[in-house]
Nanobody
């Protein structure tokens, strides 16, 4: 069983920055993708950013939701086996619980994992 440990959430003023971290219990090289989603009460969980691993880091592919609009960056640190979501120019509407998601293919079977979520609150 793989666990995803998130950290870095908190309270920040509008226009501020936060960096979220996702540290899987397995090497990040064992995953196909790692992504960040967010959810507010009563709403569906939305994709924020996705990192699809290439053979080499230079081959990685990233995908962002339209609402990110260049404000967030998803990246990986191989040495720390951690994926980050750097968020800048935060707005009150970015307030949500942010979840790390990862998937891996093992012997032809796809496994998907979720973290416990970390709260991000942006004050006006």
């Amino acid at each position: 069983q793989v666990h995803l440990v998130e950290s870095g959430g908190g309270l920040v003023q509008s226009g501020g920055s936060l960096r979220l971290s996702c540290a899987p219990s397995a090497s990040i090289h064992s995953f196909n993708t790692v992504a960040w989603y967010r959810q507010t009460p009563g709403k569906a969980r939305d994709l924020v950013a996705q990192l699809r691993f290439g053979v080499f880091e230079t081959d990685d592919r990233t995908n962002y939701a339209d609402f990110v609009n260049g404000r967030f960056t998803i990246s990986r640190d191989n040495a720390k086996s951690t994926v980050y979501l750097q968020m800048s120019s935060l707005k009150p509407e970015d307030t949500a619980v942010y979840y790390c998601n990862a998937d891996q293919l093992v012997s032809g079977v796809r496994y998907e994992y979720w973290g416990q979520g970390t709260q991000v609150t942006v004050s006006a």
